[in-house]
């Protein structure tokens, strides 16, 4: 059966009355599923923070955002399906929507959550160092306010749910292109009110991108399955994209204010940062963590030792937020990084000595960081060197000066950025105050699992928890896997479905926090190496020679002493299956190893606040020049270079793509893509004609350079890379636009409207000249025109065809 | 005249050089009779509303959007997919090979829309500048690649193509 | 996002599509290109009960080249125009116009009838036909008429095609070679729906300038010729007349000051290519 949602076209509402009597009498139509099952069947999804919000699988008594499911229609098919969806007649008491930060935490306004009695549900305060007396001592004080838009990094494969219900085993079976976290796995089976083992969670192989995005399917999984549950069929459902647009899920909107406290040559002494994350019309989970993703490294790139942090967590009636590629990410270094601009601005000083004034030093890791974050390694100082000389710094400051010259408006702009990777799960926990965590009991940690198996016929299999949506992990580890047992790489599968009973997971299973370099492809070389040793130890005993003589080198397995004593691997392999008895003693079953691998850096929050949120950290330092055009306002990236140092790189193309990738994403959120509101709650981005995904004539190519310092915490060396120019990119094109048209007030999406009413002058008045031809004489004369003009015209166009022909 | 509303229409064409009767329900899109009715399913949905480009198939040799078709306009037309390009050249044609060797797809799902908007353009124009090259490719949206990676395979493409001729 | 329930016919002649169009013409819709009908269908923002597709009618396929202009059938698609030998001379404003249409793929079946029919406030090819003052041609059941530009599209989305007619052609009248044309247009993406567009007729004794995405339709407006300073005061004084309309993408302000800046450019570019 095939599932279709009536959802709500409206932000604030309450269900009065659901009419479904009509949608029924539809030939095809099988039930219909409203908030009545809900209740009965399932429970609220659990929230991140300690407040009386319940969020159901579908709105029930209320609505609080445009789109926001309130019944599911069950069809033969999903063209029947959408027909009933209209006749489902649903009738709602409008209530006044919150649209914004700014409105939805006075004190007289509309409350989305009655039993909370505000739209803050969570308010945190944190001091690291000494803030006040930081601030008594400086020179000079900077402060700017900033907003990060909500945007989407929207996949063009949409999300699609498959759920069984099993009335035998009161059980759910799906499938569905989630990506993890699968600490969203004991979310959904709590909801649906089941064991976890009652709930058995497939995701195929090959998806169609997701950039944090499909984490939100969650949502759905327990809907549709509810509905399965209705009808006692499998039902299938498959979002389209106007549901996907309007409801899917969002980034956080931030809004910030960050004040600094410097000396006279810009070192940064102190930073009082205060933000308010607007999550949306409910906390779904994992939020609030788009606001302490970030936590371990507030400070950024930089060696500032005095931090107070105000984080405010705010509904809006807007859809819910979620995982988005750069998660937290692009709203913390926007105002940071705004911030360095302007206080270069401030002393007149260059932007980039700014930032090389208050780098961390180059032998400073592993470094803490004052809110507890772990800095495994870098050389900042050695990335920003590169960047100058083989980006031509240089030559893009001679360019300005001409372009300015000659009157046109050319910005450079900069940004160092501290790019974390492989999340400690128990960041999210920092939302709370330590006695309400020792209470819940620590959280820590992430497990990575892979397993690494050779059958009988010598090929490998390899089983990874990475849930991959496009990132080519299958690709790497098999080069990698075939590195290491020195045979082609042909010769190895790598499985990345993931099934909840078949495989080894653990909550921190999925595609997400830029895990896959250091976390997963590390736990598969460690599990590989594992059985590497396991099989030269069988192959010594079985060829009678040592083990440390035993070579593996293209399919074959030879003694180092005598290259005739060989065996080829297939054969080796085959024996460890259907000998056991030449296998040493003691030695569990011969060929198969799953491995788990955690990081010992990854500890709970502590009685201080500190979190070293991520297990790795990379570092990116970007630069960039654009130009306004005058004529439009419109800004054209003339030149981005990006510098990377993301350990060691496992796949460097792999990696220049997901460079390339995240960066004409951060374009498209620096000057097209935003989920707009209007005031009165209605959704304005609706369709692909109103949410602007940039095409292959808005992206330029990047310049990417590397740097390599290996993290000393990860198996390979390796880090995250795949989400760095989405923090980086868009605070860098913003600077260089501030830089253009020297001005402080910088929001995204700078589209070209928005930019004019930054730089135009006053408009001209009308002179009322009527210079114009009027109607009656430009008839005649048009109509004068082309008699006189056509015979002749036709003669030449004859003669030009003949010449042709 | 219109006997019952949306009563199911008898239509034969060519479906990646194979000729096909099919009944259809008038609404039905071609992409969706393409992936459910046909059971091919290299053509992918990712807006219905002709502006992401991943649906896009051959209709009497041009690259148009199967999700602003009706399955019944195509009553004597002939109709080619992406399966199709795999199989003609037996394996990857110059195109295929090109995509692969810049890395010019992540996630692979806009993929083979692009493959055949360019199968259609590089084939039927020679030279074309890289502009020209953009702007068919900017007929689709590709979130993973960035594009830069997509414009080289194609520009790379159209040159093999030319010399070919 | 599917189609509403729909019946669909297919006539061979356009008598036939005259005739079942006759039979319920509230509830039909000429089905051509598609590329805007069909959107509309998966977004069922409309519930037509029968489609007349117009696409097997082989009449209605042509490009003719008469002495007078361009006649184009119903059924030629936008890229079908644009490939036409010789375009650039037989219709220099087509031929720099089309491409600003939508993008490649959606040219190879959207037509430029369907463009002229949907009457959409931004579109460049009705501009086009109100800028050259075509002509369409209407057929009905009983009868066959002309409709001038100037009359033919009377607001956004409106036009003076009755439900009971269809659209058998469109006639682009041609211009003298010597006059100057040039063609240019805003958005934020190439290929989208344009904020303004601005074509111009720079003619011997005088400058006709067409505008969208001011008003609900297409603006004609005829300037004698006028020094570059005049030029700039008749733009702002168009501009004040067409006062745009803002919305959440745009103010009208900064439509207006599109208008300024880029009528300019465009009139610039038709007076350096005319052979006066």
Known sequence: MHASFVRSPYSHAKILKINISEALKLDGVEAV?????????????????????????????????????????????????????????????????????????????????????????????????????????????????????????????????????????????????????????????????????????????????????????????????????????????????LEHLIAATSATGRKSKISAAITKDGLLLGLKIIQYDDCGAYLRAPEPASLYRMHGNLSGAYSVKNISLKNYVVLTNKTPSGLNRGFGGPQLYFG????????????????????????????????????????????????????????????????????????????IGFAAVVEPSISNMGYISTVLSHEERLKAGPKNGAYACATVSID??????????????????????????????SIDPKNITVSSDLDTHKDGWSIAAGNYSSRFGGAVAG?????????????????????????????????????????????????????????PDTIPDAMAPPLRETLYWTMPQHKAPNEKDEINSSGSYGFIFDYCGVEIDQNTGKVIIDKYVTTHDAGTLLHPEIVNGQIQGAFAQAVGASLYEEFKYADNGEFLSGTFADYLVPTANEIPEACILHISTPSPFTPLGSKGVGEGNSMSTPVCIANAISDAIEQDKITLPMTPPKLWGLISKKEDLPKNLNLEITDEKKKISVELYQNYTNKKFWKYIKNKLRNIV | MSKILGSKKSISFTFNGTKVEKEVEPRILLSDFIRDSLGKTGTHVGCEHGIC????????????????????????????????????????????????????????????????????????????????????????????????????????????????? | ????????????????????????????????????????????????????????????????????????????????????????????????????????????????????????????????????????????LKSTREVRADEFQTGMLST??????????????HLDSKVGIAFNEFSFRKGDFSLLSVAVIYRENSITVGITGMTDKPDITVFPILSDDKIEDALNDLAWNLKGIGDHIASARYKRDLLRKIGKLTIGEAKKCQKF
Request: hydrophobic share 40%; net charge positive.
């Open chain 3, 160 to 173: 003076a095609c009755k439900s009971n007619e269809i659209i058998e052609s469109v006639f682009f009248p």
């Open chain 3, 1 to 140: 996002m599917k189609p509403p329930y729909l019946s669909y016919v297919s006539p061979k002649t356009l008598d036939e599509a005259a005739f079942l169009l006759d039979q319920d013409c509230e509830n039909s819709k000429i089905l051509a290109g598609g590329q805007s009908l069909v959107t509309m269908l998966n977004m069922r923002l409309i519930h037509p009960k029968i489609l007349v597709d117009i696409k097997n009618i082989k009449a209605l396929n042509s490009i003719n080249a008469t002495d007078e202009g361009l006649l184009i059938g119903a059924s030629v698609t936008q890229q079908e125009l644009l490939e036409y030998k010789e375009l650039s001379i037989v219709s220099p404003l087509l031929y720099k116009a089309l491409p600003w249409v939508g993008h490649y793929q959606t040219r190879t079946k959207g037509t430029i009838c369907g463009s002229i029919a949907h009457a959409d406030p931004s579109s460049e090819i009705p501009l086009c036909f109100a800028l050259l003052n075509g002509k369409i041609k209407l057929k009905s």
């Open chain 1, 33 to 241: 599923l409203t908030g009545e099952d809900v209740i009965k069947w399932s429970e609220p999804f659990v929230v991140g923070v300690k407040q009386p919000m319940e969020h159901w699988c579908l709105g029930v008594k209320k609505v609080r955002y445009v789109g926001e499911p309130v019944a599911i229609v069950i069809a033969r098919d999903r063209y029947i399906a959408e027909d009933a969806t209209e006749l489902v007649n649903v009738e709602y008491d409008l209530l006044p929507p919150v649209m914004n930060i700014e409105s939805s935490i006075k004190s007289n306004a509309p409350i989305l959550h009655e039993k909370v009695k505000s739209n803050i549900v969570s308010e945190r305060n944190f001091n690291y160092g000494n803030v006040e007396k930081a601030f008594s001592l400086a020179n000079n004080i900077v402060e700017i306010d900033v907003e990060y838009p909500r945007n989407s990094c929207t996949p063009i494969e949409c999300f699609n749910v498959i759920s069984e219900y099993s009335d035998e085993n009161k059980s759910y079976n799906v499938l569905s292109n989630f990506q993890g976290p699968m600490a969203l796995h004991p979310v959904m089976a709590m909801a649906l009110k089941i064991p976890g083992n009652k709930l058995r969670l497939r995701a195929p192989q090959n998806s169609g991108g997701s950039f944090g995005v499909k984490q939100a399917v969650f949502y759905y999984i327990v809907s549709i399955s509810l509905a399965s549950k209705k009808v006692g069929r499998p039902v299938k459902w498959v979002e389209d994209r």
């Open chain 2, 53 to 165: 480009g991943a649906c896009t198939i051959h209709l009497n040799g041009r690259a148009v959007r199967s999700c602003l078709t009706l399955a019944v306009q195509v009553d004597n037309c002939e109709i080619h997919t992406i399966e199709f390009i795999s199989g003609k050249y037996n394996g990857l044609n110059i195109i295929q090979k090109n995509f692969k060797k810049y890395f010019a797809l992540q996630c692979g799902f806009c993929t083979p829309g692009i493959i055949m908007s360019l199968c259609d353009y590089l084939y039927r124009n020679n030279n074309p500048s890289e502009q020209e090259i953009k702007d068919v490719i900017s007929g689709h949206l590709c979130r993973c690649t960035g594009y830069s990676s997509i414009i080289k395979a194609a520009v790379e493409s159209a040159k093999e193509i030319n010399n070919a001729e």
């Open chain 1, 336 to 411: 940071l990084e705004r911030l360095m601009h302007k206080i270069s601005k401030v002393l007149n000083k260059p932007h980039l000595q700014i930032i090389k004034t208050n780098l961390l030093p180059q032998n400073s890791f592993p470094y803490k960081t004052p809110s507890g974050g772990i800095l495994d390694s870098g050389n900042y100082q050695k990335a920003i060197q590169k960047a100058e000389k083989d980006g031509g710094l240089e030559e893009l400051e001679k360019r300005r000066r001409g372009k300015r010259k000659v009157g046109k408006l050319y910005g």
């Open chain 1, 523 to 579: 736990t598969v070389y460690l599990a590989a190496q594992k059985l590497f040793l396991k099989l030269k130890t069988i192959a010594a005993k079985n060829m009678n020679i040592n083990v440390e003589d035993v070579i593996f080198q293209n399919d074959l397995v030879f003694s180092k002493n005598n290259p005739d004593n060989k065996i080829t691997f297939s054969r080796l392999a085959g024996s460890s299956h259907w000998s």
């Open chain 1, 456 to 485: 009988p016929l010598g090929s490998i299999s390899v089983t990874i928890d990475s849930l991959p949506q496009g990132q080519g992990h299958q690709t790497v580890v098999q080069q990698l896997v075939a590195s290491v047992f």
